[in-house]
């Protein structure tokens, strides 16, 4: 399985960003099978779980730190997952992150950098 994300970059406090996330690589099963996460690295801190959206997107679920400001959502026919961002501010800033399990197997992406700044 392999992940890739997109999207990042800088952009001032208050503004919005969308991040994609890539997916392929699914032998023996397809993309709609399994739950997909956005996770976060904030500089000295570790790794935190952002996002989570179910196998066919009706559920989602969300960190306290970005409900009502990101969204996460997915199109199962491209294969892939999204995180749209707003009301960003300098605590947002950070490395993101796409991940899957499959078969007990965790499968993370390379990240992505977003820097929120005045």
């Known amino acids: 399985v392999q992940l890739v994300e997109s999207g990042g970059g800088s952009v001032q406090p208050g503004g919005s960003l969308r991040l994609s996330c890539a997916a392929s690589?699914?032998?023996?099963?397809?993309?709609?099978?399994?739950?997909m996460r956005w996770y976060r690295q904030i500089s000295g801190r570790e790794r935190e779980w952002v996002a989570t959206?179910?196998?066919?997107?009706?559920?989602?679920y969300y960190a306290d730190s970005v409900r009502n400001r990101f969204t996460i959502s997915r199109d199962n026919r491209k294969n892939t997952v999204d995180l749209q961002m707003s009301s960003l501010n300098v605590d947002d800033s950070g490395i993101y992150y796409c991940?899957?399990?499959?078969?007990?197997?965790?499968?993370w992406g390379q990240g992505t950098r977003v820097t929120v700044s005045a």
């Open positions: 991940k899957t399990e499959v078969e007990n197997t965790d499968y």
């Open positions: 690589g699914f032998t023996f099963s397809t993309f709609t099978n399994y739950k």
């Open positions: 959206i179910s196998t066919v997107g009706g559920t989602t």
